[in-house]
Structure formats: C-alpha cells, structure tokens
C-alpha cells in the first residue's frame, strides 16, 4: 500500500556530484521524518541525512550533501557533491510516515540505489 521508490545512483568519478530522490506513493495520511541511510560492504547501515521540521547530517557529508523535500509530492531529494570513494555503497530512502488505516507512524525504506565512487 506504501512504496518508496529511489532513482538517480549511479557511478561518478571522484570529485563528482548525484542527486538522488525517492519518492514516496501509496495511502499516505502524513509523513513525519524523511531521510537517507547507506550500507557500503561488510558494513552497517548508517544515517546520512533527515529532514523533518530541520535537517541533519552525519559529519562526513556536512557541507558536501543536501537533504531537501517536497511536501506537496511526498518526495526527497539528496544532492550530493565532491563525492569520493568513501561514499560508495547502497543509498536507501527511509520515511516515517502514516497511513490512512492506521492512527500510528512507522518506518518505511525504499529498495536502495547504488552510488559508487571512483577514485
């Protein structure tokens, strides 16, 4: 009922800029917090970036990559600039969000977009 579709990865040479988005479809009441996770290999998932009423970044993107968002299409967008091979890994949309079917908010992620680096 809920879909959180990526685009926009792909491979850069280093020094290089993408910008992703996802774009959140379904029955959606509301949605709270949206946000970029990544997973390079033999890694954990960790947070990139949120936007809800603010943003938040984790400091090896600050001043590098920009979290922004469009209410009104449910979408969210990550333009990421002087990417380098540190930054390769699989990028994945999270949104918390409610449904109209239900009175609470919960986690939805998106299927993941490959970004890779070269250096």
């Known amino acids: 009922q809920v879909q959180l579709v990526e685009s926009g990865g792909g491979l850069v040479q280093a020094g290089g800029s993408l910008r992703l988005s996802c774009a959140a479809s379904g029955t959606i009441f509301s949605i709270s917090t949206m946000g970029w996770y990544r997973q390079a290999p033999g890694k954990q998932r960790e947070l990139v970036a949120t936007?809800?009423?603010?943003?938040n970044y984790q400091d090896s993107v600050k001043g590098r990559f920009t979290i922004s968002r469009d209410n009104a299409k449910n979408t969210v967008y990550l333009q990421m600039n002087s990417l380098n091979p540190d930054d390769t890994g699989v990028y994945y949309c999270?949104?918390?969000?409610?449904?109209?079917?239900?009175?609470?908010?919960?986690?939805?992620w998106g299927q993941g977009t490959q970004v890779t680096v070269s250096s």
């Open positions: 936007i809800a009423g603010s943003t």
């Open positions: 999270h949104a918390d969000l409610r449904q109209y079917s239900s009175d609470w908010y919960r986690d939805y």
